[in-house]
């Protein structure tokens, strides 16, 4: 708890004699007290009740100039719990605004994308937009990008010159190969991580290609890890009094972790995962089967006593005490005929005959759903997996709730993606910029 106390800045935790509290300073954050002084200085703080309401990241900002998907979301992700993201896009607007689908001519992506972000607009090539951002970050936690690398650096933006405007700056650069190495400045997509992390190779059925997911699978990956690397680095800036420091986020990288142990599987025993359709070499049965009424569902049976549940449910309680079948080895040499058995019941049962059915032996089933269901799923609905949000250019809008599920510190959708630099006159009228550079900067195509 030690590290806890020297947290210094606005709306800070003190943990002193058993209790938090929060305390106030007359400091910025780039005043933080030394280290040796740390736990006399939170005795010596003014008490106040911890705010409940308040969110976690209130008093961070992050200015994201990042575009499409996976740095995007990494200020997506920290705005839903408070930081303030500064999101700066091109005078013609972000390119995600021209992403289909679209309603009335604006971007349903973008709505999702740019939810709790004030838009500014600003041209960082150019040698003012150059300059008005360096002073965005002299007074920003975090900087999110992701140009090709040597770009930033182009423009006089490189971590070396934004460092010494902020020493406690965090710069997270995320691309496709990473900043360094022999692809590292090709351009590079989720799609081509995907490819070349090995997860389209196992994806899809033998006899098929290689398949690719129907949504930006890595983006995705690559953006929750860069979230989680963006508040260990504000962590160890905070609690240590450590400078800030650049992340490196390569967006092959994480999906590459995810993927288990393929590399092991070659080193130690010289094999190559391969396509294996909806079953898995390592876990049977596991597939999807067809009901009666043509709707489908799922089995996985990760754990034995999941497989011997779900062996009584469909009345062969002859596969569950099968010599061959007492292992998950057994179970996978013998994956067709378990397949058939199972396909054999469920075939003979509509969708919600099957799902009442093994909900009564507490197999791991469920229903294969599209958005229309899953929307209309009563436990869905329950938790508020999904929330409704008022935006001024489309209405009402229904989008993914906030995640994690924090339950004292939740975070909160407070509007989606604003008009195109619906925020430029605020933000920048906040660092002390006049009307009248404003309108110079605007007939210069500088925002």
Same mark, same amino acid.
């Given at each position: ?17 058993? +209790? ?14 030394? $280290?040796?002084? %740390?736990?006399? =200085? ?27 998907? @996976? ?12 930081? #303030? ?21 604006? $971007? ?8 709790? +972000? ?6 960082? $090539? ?30 006089? !933006?490189?971590? #070396? ?9 965090? !710069?997270? %650069? ?25 997860? =389209?190779? /196992? ?71 391969? %396509? ?24 996985? =049976? ?110 909160? /959708?407070?509007? @989606? ?8 006159? #605020? ?21």
């Amino acid at each position: 708890m030690a590290g806890i106390s020297g947290l210094v800045s606005r709306n800070s935790v003190c943990y002193h004699e058993g +209790k938090f509290s929060s305390f106030v300073t007359l400091t910025d954050r780039a005043a933080r007290i030394p $280290s040796s002084r %740390r736990a006399s =200085a939170c005795v010596w703080s003014i008490s106040v009740p911890l705010q409940p309401k308040s969110l976690p990241l209130e008093g961070v900002t992050v200015v994201d100039i990042g575009t499409l998907f @996976a740095a995007p979301w990494i200020a997506t992700f920290m705005a839903d719990f408070g930081a #303030e993201v500064i999101k700066v896009e091109h005078p013609k607007g972000d390119s995600l605004r021209n992403f289909a689908p679209l309603k009335d001519g604006v $971007s349903l992506w973008w709505k999702y994308t740019g939810r709790n +972000k004030k838009s500014v607009t600003l041209n960082i $090539s150019s040698p003012e937009g150059q300059e008005i951002l360096k002073k965005l970050c002299r007074k920003a936690d975090v900087l999110v990008e992701n140009f090709r690398p040597g770009t930033l650096e182009k423009w006089g !933006l490189s971590w #070396e010159t934004l460092h010494a405007l902020n020493p406690k700056l965090v !710069l997270m %650069r995320t691309s496709g190969f990473g900043q360094e190495g022999p692809y590292a400045k090709r351009p590079g997509f989720g799609t081509l991580a995907e490819a070349m992390s090995g997860f =389209a190779h /196992i994806t899809g059925s033998p006899d098929g290609p290689p398949t690719l997911p129907a949504f930006a699978l890595a983006d995705g990956i690559s953006a929750m890890c860069g979230t989680y690397a963006v508040m260990m680095a504000l962590y160890h800036r905070d609690v240590h009094d450590a400078p800030g420091q650049v992340i490196d986020n390569a967006i092959y990288e994480p999906i590459t972790t995810i993927l288990g142990p393929q590399s092991l599987m070659y080193d130690q025993l010289g094999t190559i995962q391969t %396509r294996t359709g909806n079953s898995i070499p390592f876990v049977a049965p596991r597939n999807s089967y067809r009901c009666k009424d043509g709707r489908y569902v799922v089995i996985s =049976a990760s754990a034995e006593s999941i497989y011997r549940r779900i062996m009584q449910a469909i009345d062969r309680a002859d596969l569950a005490d099968d010599p061959r079948m007492q292992t998950q080895e057994g179970r996978v040499a013998h994956m067709a005929e378990l397949d058939k058995a199972i396909q054999g019941w469920i075939g003979a049962h509509t969708l919600d005959e099957t799902v009442r059915h093994f909900q009564e032996f507490e197999g791991a089933l469920g229903p294969i759903y599209d958005i229309e269901q899953l929307l209309n799923d009563p436990h869905v609905q329950h938790r508020e997996t999904f929330t409704q949000v008022e935006d001024e250019e489309l209405g009402t809008l229904r989008m993914q709730n906030v995640i994690p599920r924090m339950k004292d510190t939740p975070g909160r /959708i407070k509007w @989606a993606g604003p008009p195109k630099g619906k925020h430029t006159d #605020e933000i920048l009228g906040q660092m002390g910029y006049t009307p009248e550079e404003l309108t110079c900067f605007r007939e210069k195509g500088v925002i």
